[in-house]
């Protein structure tokens, strides 16, 4: 599976933004989806997931409330919705996928696919 993000960008705090990673290859409904995300000098960060057939979510108590992710079969996309950012959002993040996985790993090392990752800078 090839997963290519996009949409970051320089934005202020409380604007929206949206991310979508497109997937190329072997891509099934049994895949689960994330997105992580990470700051210099800090661990990679959980912070939403969902099968890829849309269903059973699982979102970061962080960003609950203010982003949403979601997925298009049709367009073979993922995405993710956010609202109310913050400076403490900025980061690179990643979308990921596992096989056969539970949208409840929250780990960055139970996903088998990552995306090049893009930056999402939020100003005070």
């Known amino acids: 599976v090839q997963l290519q993000a996009s949409g970051g960008g320089l934005v202020q705090a409380g604007a929206s933004l949206r991310l979508s990673c497109a997937a190329s290859g072997r891509t099934s409904n049994n895949y689960a989806m994330a997105w992580f995300r990470q700051t210099p000098g800090k661990e990679r960060e959980f912070v939403a997931a969902?099968?890829?057939?849309?269903?059973?979510?699982n979102v970061a108590d962080s960003v609950k409330g203010r982003f949403t992710i979601s997925t298009s079969i049709a367009k073979n996309t993922l995405y993710l919705q956010m609202n109310s950012l913050k400076p403490e959002d900025t980061a690179v993040y990643f979308c990921?996928?596992?096989?056969?996985?539970?949208?409840?790993?929250?780990?960055?090392?139970?996903?088998?696919?990552w995306g090049q990752g893009t930056l999402v800078t939020v100003s005070s």
């Open positions: 969902i099968k890829w057939t849309g269903s059973l979510t």
């Open positions: 990921v996928a596992r096989s056969g996985g539970s949208t409840r790993a929250r780990q960055a090392y139970e996903y088998n696919y």
